[in-house]
């Protein structure tokens, strides 16, 4: 069974998901947010081999600690094509546009996703969507009634659209289109806050009131 541990990361608190079934087994990162020390620990700890480093989208506070965590682990990372060239521009990835917020410079990277892919880590299948709207190249990955949704859906509240790529009519077609049809018990790891579930949501969401 996938163990889901969270840690809480930088300044933004940011949501980074690690994921594994056994100490000394294989391991996924989604998401490395910013000052990374805490995952890496515990990957080191539990002595895991991290198979790959998924990217809801290239905003700087979940791509912030990428490097460290690509060193430390040497595993591939996976983005949407949409958001290939973020990973290196801080104008694009939003951290040029906050005073006080270091710029933030990745190394491209190593798959490029766009949507409708079937990518097989620790012997389970996860399904990618294409759920744009907070930014244009966000996936959500699904799992086994587990979907990590990014910045697009919140506990109580959705993804901002204000930033560059957002728009607001996008986000809640895709909430609406995509998150939505899932199962009621899906368990939603979101990159900000608390854990939640579609059901949940459906029905006290103040920003979904009136669409479903």
């Known amino acids: 069974m996938i163990q889901v541990e969270s840690f809480t990361l930088g300044p933004v608190m940011t949501n980074c998901y690690l ?8 391991a996924l990162v989604i998401d490395p947010g910013s000052e990374p020390q805490q995952v890496m620990e515990r990957i080191t700890e539990r002595n895991l081999s991290v198979q790959g ?3 809801t989208h290239a905003h700087f506070d979940h791509i912030d600690g990428l490097e460290a ?3 430390l682990t040497g595993a591939p990372v996976y983005i949407h094509r949409e958001e290939t060239d973020w990973l290196t521009d801080p104008q694009l990835n939003g951290s040029a546009l906050f005073p006080g917020i270091a710029e933030t410079r990745c190394q491209p990277a190593e798959s490029v996703i766009q949507g409708g892919e079937s990518l097989v880590f620790l012997d389970e299948t996860f399904t990618v969507a294409h759920t744009p709207g907070h930014s244009p190249g966000s996936v959500s990955y699904h799992l086994n009634g587990l979907v990590f ?3 697009v859906l919140f506990a109580g509240s959705i993804g901002r659209t204000d ?4 728009d607001y009519r996008t986000l809640m077609r895709t909430i609406h289109d995509t998150l939505m049809e899932l199962p009621e018990e899906t368990r ?3 990159g900000h806050g608390p854990v939640t ?3 949940r949501e459906q029905q006290s969401n103040p920003f979904l009131a009136g669409m479903l």
Request: glycine share 22%; charged share 20%.
């Open 69 to 71: 965590v690509r060193e």
């Open 53 to 55: 480093i998924l990217l």
């Open 19 to 26: 994921l594994y079934k056994e100490v000394g087994g294989d």
């Open 188 to 190: 939603v790891y979101p």
């Open 197 to 199: 579930t579609i059901g």
């Open 149 to 151: 949704s990014g910045d």
């Open 163 to 166: 930033l560059p790529g957002g």
